[in-house]
Nanobody, 120 residues
Framework: QVQLVESGGGLVQAGGSLRLSCVAS????????MGWFRQAPGKKERDFVARISSSGGSTYYADSVKGRFTISRDNAQNTVYLQMNNLKPEDTAVYYC????????????WGQGTQVTVSS
């Protein structure tokens, strides 16, 4: 079955960096686009952060993270990463990785999430 396991979250001061990882299993990783979303405290919905094509050749970012976050993937390791630099308190959230359905463009599988807390 499809499994996505995130790691790398933690507590960091504003201006600091973290790198999140998401290890995938149960499907052919290199066939799917992947993405990162986040759910801030008190919000019901997850917000888009970044996504990457199956080959890694195309990346897309939310305006709020452009220039600070970088999504990448290693298809040999079945892993997608999110490098987060110059973190701000408003980046505090639970971060989830998801698998994108190429036919519908909808993210249909999610990991359990990893908490990122940025202190001011």
């Amino acid at each position: 079955q499809v499994q996505l396991v995130e790691s790398g979250g933690g507590l960091v001061q504003a201006g600091g960096s973290l790198r999140l990882s998401c290890v995938a299993s149960g499907f052919t990783f290199s066939n799917y686009g992947m993405g990162w979303f986040r759910q801030a405290p008190g919000k019901k919905e997850r917000d888009f952060v970044a996504r990457i094509s199956s080959s890694g050749g195309s990346t897309y970012y939310a305006d709020s993270v452009k220039g600070r976050f970088t999504i990448s993937r290693d298809n040999a390791q079945n892993t997608v990463y999110l490098q987060m630099n110059n973190l701000k308190p408003e980046d505090t959230a639970v971060y989830y990785c998801g698998r994108r359905n190429s036919a519908t463009a909808i993210f249909t599988y999610w990991g359990q999430g990893t908490q990122v807390t940025v202190s001011s």
